[in-house]
């Protein structure tokens, strides 16, 4: 058996998101790769020298294309390779045309709900591609039931054509034993402050965290809060709230942080706080309470169901909750204690291992039952 992917989702420098779904999806399917098992990834691009290396069973195909990658390189690589029994996009986009039948994953409709937060050419492919991709394939992956719940709501997709498989998380060593100088770095102390990771933008809700960190200083002013991540769309808005919030020496804003620093925050975080309005997935929470990080999260889309009973929910529209829920972790031992215990347990159902063989049975199984 043949199974063609695209990989370029992790042919890429700083993986996030999907590009890290989709290095651990490969750096699995290397593992599994055998005469019987074999894969052909095909990319864009030479490899980095961070992906899998090559083996007799998992190989490389560099396609050059300079424009149209998706909609004609892309399609007659895949004609004149040969024998490929299925084919599987991690990341909604997939070839117009294939020779063989096509899996695609989708990680989250946020450009349905929030437009305003995407570039008008990521705008347009999103919403054309994505819709083709499920449309044209035989399998559709949704990381989470929220997900799924999203396709079947806004385009009307078969709920049988839909597997949820969920992400998997990479558990990091949570005692560097003094490898990473992160805290003295950003000026901030063990179990005083408050952490946030994702992207800087609206759906993100990092608004209403700001006005919610506002209101624990009145009653914690040593406190400090740290937002790790990039700025994505419109977040010019989320910085002059903090100014008008005089949070000028409270809140601090970083970029991309290297994996072995975050393990490092998460681990000496007093909470960790995901306000999201919207995520497919949030691999965030998953990766603080494998930190031992309590976590206090938003009540909607996928996270009350990734959470499960490990973290504190909130309305996601109230900075009053959000702080009465902060509190409750930062002054209360046995609510820190039992998060942290909960979400040692929650963890446990989470693994890339697990994702990947999950994938790969339901890969297997479109490509012996192709028509």
């Given at each position: 058996?043949?199974?063609?992917?695209?990989?370029?989702?992790?042919?890429?420098?700083?993986?996030?998101?999907?590009?890290?779904?989709?290095?651990?999806?490969?750096?699995?399917?290397?593992?599994?790769?055998?005469?019987?098992?074999?894969?052909?990834?095909?990319?864009?691009?030479?490899?980095?020298f961070d992906l899998p290396k090559q083996s007799t069973f998992f190989k490389y195909h560099v396609v050059k294309g300079p424009f149209l990658?998706?909609?004609?390189?892309?399609?007659?690589?895949?004609?004149?390779?040969?024998?490929?029994?299925?084919?599987?996009?991690?990341?909604?986009?997939?070839?117009?045309?294939?020779?063989?039948?096509?899996?695609?994953?989708?990680?989250?409709?946020?450009?349905?709900?929030?437009?305003?937060?995407?570039?008008?050419?990521?705008?347009?492919?999103?919403?054309?591609?994505?819709?083709?991709?499920?449309?044209?394939?035989?399998?559709?992956?949704?990381?989470?039931?929220?997900?799924?719940?999203?396709?079947?709501?806004?385009?009307?997709?078969?709920?049988?054509?839909?597997?949820?498989?969920?992400?998997?998380?990479?558990?990091?060593?949570?005692?560097?034993?003094?490898?990473?100088?992160?805290?003295?770095?950003?000026?901030?102390?063990?179990?005083?402050?408050?952490?946030?990771?994702?992207?800087?933008?609206?759906?993100?809700?990092?608004?209403?965290?700001?006005?919610?960190?506002?209101?624990?200083?009145?009653?914690?002013?040593?406190?400090?809060?740290?937002?790790?991540?990039?700025?994505?769309?419109?977040?010019?808005?989320?910085?002059?709230?903090?100014?008008?919030?005089?949070?000028?020496?409270?809140?601090?804003?970083?970029?991309?942080?290297?994996?072995?620093?975050?393990?490092?925050?998460?681990?000496?975080?007093?909470?960790?706080?995901?306000?999201?309005?919207?995520?497919?997935?949030?691999?965030?929470?998953?990766?603080?309470?494998?930190?031992?990080?309590?976590?206090?999260?938003?009540?909607?889309?996928?996270?009350?169901?990734?959470?499960?009973?490990a973290c504190l929910f909130f309305n996601p529209h109230s900075a009053v909750e959000l702080k009465e829920q902060i509190m409750q972790v930062?002054?209360?031992?046995?609510?820190?204690?039992?998060?942290?215990?909960?979400?040692?347990?929650?963890?446990?159902?989470?693994?890339?291992?697990?994702?990947?063989?999950?994938?790969?049975?339901?890969?297997?199984?479109?490509?012996?039952?192709?028509?």
């Open positions: 058996m043949v199974i063609a992917v695209d990989g370029n989702e992790a042919n890429v420098e700083k993986k996030v998101g999907v590009s890290v779904y989709t290095y651990e999806l490969l750096r699995h399917f290397r593992s599994a790769s055998s005469k019987e098992l074999q894969f052909i990834i095909f990319l864009r691009q030479k490899p980095r990658w998706r909609n004609l390189f892309l399609p007659l690589a895949l004609r004149k390779h040969g024998k490929l029994d299925v084919f599987f996009s991690p990341a909604h986009y997939t070839p117009p045309t294939c020779p063989a039948p096509v899996v695609v994953t989708i990680h989250d409709l946020a450009y349905i709900r929030y437009p305003e937060e995407f570039l008008k050419r990521d705008l347009y492919k999103l919403s054309r591609w994505t819709k083709e991709g499920v449309l044209q394939a035989k399998k559709v992956i949704a990381v989470s039931q929220s997900t799924k719940n999203d396709l079947v709501y806004y385009f009307g997709t078969d709920e049988k054509k839909i597997s949820v498989v969920h992400n998997g998380f990479s558990s990091k060593e949570s005692r560097l034993h003094g490898e990473s100088n992160v805290l003295e770095d950003l000026g901030v102390k063990k179990d005083q402050y408050i952490l946030f990771a994702g992207t800087i933008q609206p759906r993100k809700n990092i608004q209403t965290l700001l006005h919610a960190f506002r209101l624990v200083l009145e009653e914690r002013p040593q406190m400090k809060l740290v937002i790790v991540g990039k700025k994505g769309w419109l977040y010019d808005k989320i910085f002059q709230i903090a100014d008008e919030l005089n949070l000028k020496n409270k809140a601090i804003f970083t970029d991309y942080i290297p994996n072995a620093d975050m393990a490092v925050l998460y681990n000496n975080t007093a909470v960790f706080v995901l306000p999201s309005l919207y995520e497919g997935f949030g691999l965030p929470v998953l990766e603080a309470m494998s930190h031992h990080a309590p976590v206090v999260a938003s009540e909607r889309s996928s996270l009350p169901e990734i959470c499960g009973n930062i002054t209360s031992p046995k609510v820190r204690e039992r998060l942290i215990r909960e979400g040692q347990i929650q963890v446990k159902k989470f693994s890339w291992e697990k994702c990947a063989k999950e994938t790969l049975t339901l890969l297997t199984a479109v490509a012996k039952h192709k028509s």
